[in-house]
């Protein structure tokens, strides 16, 4: 059975601060995926991670993936209030068919 | 473009009673899918259906039936409503023979059953 763990679980943080979500899964798999969920609101896909050493950047978050280490990070460079939400990790339970084994999700604050 | 589009948005049902959720998608994707989503945990496949005229269950599929009306719907079906089925129900989309890409996901569904 494919299990994700995400750590932390909640997490409250200062404006300009720097720190790494992580989602650790239990099996071999070589794709992951971050999505953003506010409150109230679907996922926002945010990264898609598609094979070892893969790394992606968009604004102030940056993911990468180390498959032989089932982990994946999601860092925060120099928090603002607006990345405050609640993030995902998930590992495809047979690759490529999209379906998908949820972390417990990471809920970020960011404090002014 | 509106995406994955659920209905109803909320829902109160009381124990026993039927309902179906309905899901539609515009971005001619073969793959669709239901996830409910519960306090503090993050999503858990319920059915999927890889292309039309498919469909296979998921994590949890007890208590749930679904169908593929055509490729653009997906529908889930409670029968029975139970409490424990009070949850958040989202649909999601995807084109799994591209590569790079993700599943696409609906507002959501707040079903309370009472």
């Known amino acids: 059975e494919l299990k994700v763990e995400q750590n932390p679980l909640f997490l409250s943080m200062q404006e300009g601060k720097n720190y790494t979500i992580y989602c650790n899964y239990s099996t071999t798999s070589d794709r992951l995926y971050w999505y953003r969920q506010d409150p109230g609101k679907s996922l926002e896909s945010l990264f898609v991670l598609l094979s070892n050493g893969a790394v992606k950047q968009e604004g102030r978050l940056m993911a990468s993936l180390d498959t032989k280490a089932r982990l994946s990070t999601l860092h925060i460079t120099a928090a603002v209030h607006d990345l405050s939400a609640t993030y995902f990790c998930?590992?495809?339970?047979?690759?490529?068919?999209?379906?998908?084994?949820f972390g417990q999700g990471t809920r970020l604050t960011i404090n002014p | 473009n509106a995406g994955v589009t659920q209905t109803p948005k909320f829902q109160v049902l009381k124990t026993g009673q039927s309902m179906t959720l309905q899901c539609a998608q515009d971005?001619?994707?073969?793959?669709m899918y239901w996830y409910r989503q519960d306090p503090g945990m993050g999503l858990r496949l319920i059915y999927y259906s890889a292309s039309e005229g498919t469909t296979d269950k998921g994590e949890v599929p007890n208590g749930y039936n679904v169908s593929r009306l055509n490729k653009r719907e997906f529908s889930l079906r409670l029968e029975s409503a139970a409490p424990s089925q009070t949850s958040v129900y989202f649909c999601a989309s995807s084109d799994i023979a591209a590569a790079n890409t993700e599943a696409f996901f609906g507002q959501g569904t707040r079903l309370t059953v009472v």
């Open positions: 998930a590992v495809d339970l047979i690759q490529g068919a999209q379906k998908l084994v």
């Open positions: 971005m001619n994707h073969n793959s």
